[in-house]
């Protein structure tokens, strides 16, 4: 069965409401009683995070706070995407329609883990999960402002197109809302790819200004791309990095064109022939493709996403993004590092000790660079609050003044200037 929704982008269905479909809707399963449920027309439902109470919230149980002392938490504010992406299941699971939650809930929300972050003495960070934050910008100001008028700014990351962010007032609210990492599906730097695909409103060419104009205002981005694009050829990595390695720095990402079922993408290379695997998703298998390019092979498209992770991240790579911040401060400069290396391990786990001491060794240099500067602030800002001197009183000082011999030349000046303050 499907909804009209989903049928007219040519997607989707009517799922079973089993607590794990997706975000809230399934975590109201057990208020709901409905055994079944269409996403894309089911109200959007009213977090039940504000009236729960911070006693009802266990640290590691509770979505969207997945742990306070320093942990992440998941927000959703609306679903449905009018713009259809031949590769997203979004638009046919919760159809072209935008549904939103009340500025006041989101605002409550946020306070909420803010409040709870400060009673615990701990620290909280935000994902926005909308899967494009700003799709309404006139909707997405409106509530930036709501949350700055109620000082209710936690450090958060959202998903926006890069078309979205030409907006300059649109950018200053998100800095000043307490934005922190923009995650941009660029997807590729060839405008065929991006057209063959229904994204043709990306404009690489406007990619390094987007940039810019986020790290003016102290906001980064996590840069998505997509290879194996029909387009594609051998080098298509190279030929991204050459571009990526110009920009602020980031943390860039890289996947394979993978033909989800039920999107327009996985319809059309069935009808083609091209599919490898028409049932990949029973037998998961990260970073391998499920269709054949075409203007290049399986192995070598695979080959290039390998190549630009290994590049993206190497040492090397690793020791120019933090030199390019230098002027940041080293707390800033030190967590931009851990987050590169958590990006990393998305595509080379981080699994267990030998990985992580691998990683390490080979970045020990950077390392210890860091390290050696955070030590330095560290103790000249604990020696310089041992060796605070209290001001003297001004009876202090005339009784304290110093003692000259009024014959010699230099002293007669310093006892002039003591009769004058004295006076």
């Not at 402002?145 to 926006?160: G, N, R, S």
């Not at 590169?340 to 210890?368: A, E």
Request: hydrophobic share 40%.
């Amino acid at each position: 069965m499907q909804n009209k929704a989903s049928q007219k982008r040519g997607g989707g269905g009517i799922y079973k409401y089993h607590n794990s479909l997706i975000s809230h809707e399934s975590r109201l399963a057990h208020q709901t009683h409905l055994p079944f449920c269409a996403p894309s027309r089911l109200f959007y439902p009213r977090s039940p995070a504000p009236a729960a109470g911070l006693s009802m919230i266990s640290r590691l149980g509770y979505s969207p706070c997945h742990g306070v002392h320093r942990g992440g938490a998941e927000h959703r504010r609306h679903r449905g995407c009018p713009y259809g992406c031949e590769f997203c299941s979004v638009t046919g699971f919760f159809g072209d329609s935008i549904r939103f939650r009340s500025n006041k809930s989101v605002v409550d929300e946020l306070l909420m883990l803010k409040a709870r972050a400060k009673k615990e003495g701990g620290e909280i960070a935000v994902f926005f999960v909308d899967d494009n934050f700003a799709i309404n910008i006139k909707r997405t100001k409106s509530l930036l402002k709501d949350i700055i008028a109620a000082d209710a700014q936690l450090p958060w990351v959202a998903q926006i197109s890069a078309n979205l962010l030409r907006d300059e007032e649109l950018v200053d609210l998100i800095a000043d809302a307490g934005g922190k990492w923009i995650f941009i599906g660029m997807e590729s730097i060839d405008t065929e790819n991006l057209a063959s695909v229904n994204k043709g409103f990306n404009k690489p060419n406007e990619y390094t200004a987007v940039l810019q104009r986020l790290a003016q205002r102290n906001l980064y981005a996590i840069t998505s791309f997509i290879f194996g694009m029909d387009n594609d050829t051998v080098g298509v990595a190279d030929r991204t990095l050459g571009q990526v390695q110009n920009w602020p720095p980031g943390l860039p990402v890289f996947g394979l064109l993978t033909p989800l079922p039920a999107t327009p993408l996985y319809g059309r290379l069935l009808k083609e022939g091209r599919l490898t695997r028409p049932k990949h998703w029973f037998d998961f298998a990260p970073f391998e493709m499920a269709h054949t390019p075409l203007k290049m092979g399986i192995g070598e498209a695979q080959d290039e996403v390998k190549h630009a992770w290994t590049a993206s991240y190497s040492p090397k790579r690793n020791q120019a993004a933090i030199d390019s911040i230098s002027d940041q401060p080293i707390q800033f400069r030190i967590g931009h590092l851990i987050a590169r290396f958590f990006f990393r391990g998305i595509y080379f786990p981080l699994m267990g000790k030998r990985d992580w001491f691998n990683t390490v060794f080979q970045n020990r240099k950077l390392i210890f660079q860091l390290t050696s500067e955070a030590l330095g602030l560290w103790w000249r800002k604990k020696d310089s609050s041992i060796n605070v001197t209290v001001k003297p009183s001004r009876t202090q000082e005339i009784t304290e003044a110093p003692q000259v011999h009024l014959y010699s030349i230099e002293n007669s000046k310093t006892a002039e200037s003591t009769e004058l303050d004295v006076a």
